[in-house]
């Protein structure tokens, strides 16, 4: 097992360091939960994205730290999983540096829309990030279809994404708008920096208005009245 962690880290250093990252702080909620990791109370005592908190006390960190909490072990496991095995692809193509602001940013957006479209559930969890991922995986695939292998994965992507919203839409405490956002927030962070090196950049003007759209997402957000519906 060590010797498998330390092939991923050489392979992809930050996608291995985010996912024991949230071990670890599953492991803390376990320990200081009694076993428990589900609880709500303990859940938005740790963290969690609770709109009420988030504009009553200005409380804005709740839309980073949901992103390295969980609810349950199938929960984490489940993300971990895909993570493992998604994470090395994305982080090669972007780059290490590129590949964590794609994985922090797509989860906090994420966070964002939950936030503002369904401020008084309790959420957590790495998908929001993990949307964010796919997000800028499936704009990867596009800008480089003439690579068979990576349009492929481009596909498989796509694919992978309708399935996951298909069974979140038909399935009940999973926080959709987190998984949306964060599909958008990958899209608009990838369109803004690129892929790994220079030629995966979009054109400046397309870059702009993506930094734009950035700038009105946290205008509304430090000015929604504890969401918006």
């Not at 994205?49 to 009553?56: H, L, Q, V």
């Not at 200005?58 to 895909?82: E, K, S, V």
């Amino acid at each position: 097992m060590v010797e498998t962690l330390k092939q991923q880290f050489k392979k992809a250093p930050v996608t291995t360091s985010i996912l024991l990252l949230t071990i670890a702080a599953f492991i803390a909620e376990f320990l200081i939960g009694g076993g428990r990791t589900d609880n709500g109370s303990l859940l938005v005592a740790l963290g969690a994205k609770w709109g009420p908190y988030i504009k009553t006390h200005d409380q804005y960190w709740r839309l980073l730290t949901p992103i390295f909490l969980h609810a349950g072990f199938m929960h984490i496991l489940t993300n971990m999983l895909t993570l493992w095995f998604l994470g090395p692809i994305a982080e090669n193509a972007f780059g290490s540096r590129k590949f964590l602001g794609l994985y922090l940013f797509g989860g906090i957006v994420g966070n964002i829309m939950s936030y503002l479209f369904a401020p008084l559930t309790v959420s957590v969890g790495a998908s929001s990030a993990l949307f964010g991922m796919f997000g800028g995986l499936i704009l990867y695939g596009i800008q480089f279809k003439q690579d068979p292998q990576i349009r492929s994965q481009g596909t498989m992507m796509i694919l992978f994404v309708i399935l996951n919203l298909v069974s979140g839409f038909s399935s009940t405490g999973i926080d959709m708008w987190g998984h949306i956002g964060g599909l958008i927030g990958g899209m608009i962070f990838t369109v803004m920096f690129g892929f790994y090196g220079r030629s995966g950049r979009y054109p400046l003007p397309v870059r702009l208005t993506m930094v734009v759209l950035t700038a009105l997402i946290i205008i509304l957000t430090l000015n929604a009245s504890g969401g918006l519906l």
